[in-house]
């Protein structure tokens, strides 16, 4: 059985749903995973299944400070030189980043904790998600003599501010990189040398089955649903405005917002304004059947972005055959085509998304049905979680053998010889192994 573990900024997450089903279909191919967070010990969370992943997740965060400072000593006092390596690397990162010093040496004490915790466990490789704090934190545990790790770019925040994060650092110093899709891996392209390109794959979040066999007709209401996170760059406030719109058009609609978020009540205050308080509701943070339930009962699902990297509800709707509204925004035209499984409009726009949203109204429901299908297919085709799942464990098992090769290679020159050519072989190999078309999908 391989051992590896997952580190990610806060697990579980409502908004996470896709980890934890990467890390069960690992599970399910024989990996055994040690989830670390950094928090979300005492967070409310509305799905059973996040409550039960909460139970088998260690957080770095919970023991409090003392217990931190503790672990930075030890590290010191049993490998002065790494950690004096990785002090060094904790100052450069602060150098160029938004956050001051202080973040980045809490960064080195958490990186001293999970460091601890994989030679305790056994763990022979760690991989993040989001190339945000928690990849530094893992950066700095493998220069503190942790195992290997590799990250997974979802965006929009790496692509916002890429050299404050230090994304190339990360790259480089990384046995692979997945982004997931290939605008994602664009824009990863544009920040580290052409000769790391090869660590860069594309492995998209998956969907399991028991999600998607659910079923239900279109309902004949005229309502649409918008999942997600109530904040600014999800773009919930432009499609109160087109639906303002399509009111004074006197155009019956339904609009509910599934989330909930910081822009709540200057949402709820909009709503109030344009008195479509018979027309648009709220429904709080719902659990993922409930996600689901609410998207069954709408015609299509809507959702304004306005930065994203390749939102997993709109992989989800299209599964459960219903059509998404979206925006040209990173990832997205690569899952929805325009006139076949949904609508895309330029982002920001309200007067071409209130033109979509009108036009999606008064779609027939044959058509509409059509295009349901077609959005399940497509979903499915690029978003099995066992297809994705298997890409990612080709690229974990290679990643272990290069690493344990320059283990014992009488030639080992350092810690950061996971970039030597043996890794080369065995990524190719990762890469073709599960492709089951010529492209990525």
Not at 279 to 296: F, N
Not at 336 to 341: A, F, K, S
């Amino acid at each position: 059985m391989i051992r590896v573990a997952y580190l990610v900024n806060q697990y579980p997450k409502v908004s996470h749903s896709f980890i934890r089903r990467e890390i069960l279909a690992l599970e399910s191919r024989g990996f055994e995973v040690q989830r670390i967070a950094l928090r979300g010990w005492d967070d409310a969370l509305a799905d059973a299944e996040d409550r039960a992943e909460r139970q088998r997740t260690r957080y770095v965060l919970q023991a409090g400070v003392l217990t931190l400072l503790m672990d930075v000593v030890l590290a010191f006092l049993k490998r002065p030189v790494q950690f004096l390596a990785a002090l060094g690397l904790a100052l450069r990162m602060a150098w160029h980043a938004e956050r001051p010093l202080p973040y980045h040496l809490a960064y080195l004490a958490e990186a001293c904790r999970v460091a601890a915790w994989l030679r305790e466990s056994g763990a022979v490789h760690l991989h993040v998600h989001f190339g945000t704090n928690s990849a530094e934190v893992a950066m700095l545990a493998r220069a503190l003599g942790a195992p290997a790790y590799s990250f997974t770019v979802h965006g929009p925040e790496e692509f916002d501010a890429p050299r404050c994060l230090g994304i190339a650092e990360k790259v480089r110093r990384s046995a692979f990189v997945v982004a997931i899709s290939a605008f994602g891996r664009s824009q990863l392209y544009r920040w580290v040398e052409p000769a790391h390109w090869r660590k860069i794959s594309v492995v998209h979040c998956g969907l399991e089955p028991g999600f998607h066999r659910f079923a239900a007709p279109l309902p004949e209401a005229p309502r649409v649903v918008c999942v997600g996170r109530l904040c600014e760059q999800k773009g919930q406030r432009l499609l109160v405005e087109a639906a303002a719109r399509l009111a004074a058009k006197g155009i019956a609609l339904e609009v509910v917002l599934a989330g909930d978020g910081e822009l709540r009540s200057e949402l709820e205050a909009l709503i109030e304004v344009h008195k479509l308080g018979q027309a648009v509701s709220i429904t709080g943070w719902l659990s993922g059947p409930q996600v689901r339930e609410e998207i069954l009962a709408a015609r299509a699902l809507v959702l304004p972005t306005l930065a994203e990297g390749l939102p997993v509800v709109l992989m989800e709707a299209m599964a459960l055959r219903r059509p998404v509204l979206a925006t040209y925004v990173a990832g997205i035209p690569e899952l929805v085509r325009p006139g076949e499984n949904g609508w895309l409009v330029p982002s920001g726009d309200v007067e071409e998304l209130a033109a979509a949203l009108e036009e999606l109204l008064a779609c027939p429901a044959a058509e509409l049905g059509a295009m349901g299908e077609a959005a399940r297919a497509r979903a499915l085709e690029r978003h099995s979680i066992d297809t994705e799942a298997g890409k990612l464990a080709a690229l974990f098992t290679a990643a272990i053998q290069s690493s344990a090769a320059i283990q014992s290679s009488p030639r080992r020159r350092g810690p950061h010889l996971e970039n030597a050519p043996p890794f080369d072989r065995l990524h190719k190999k990762a890469q073709l192994g599960p492709r089951l078309r010529g492209d990525d999908h």
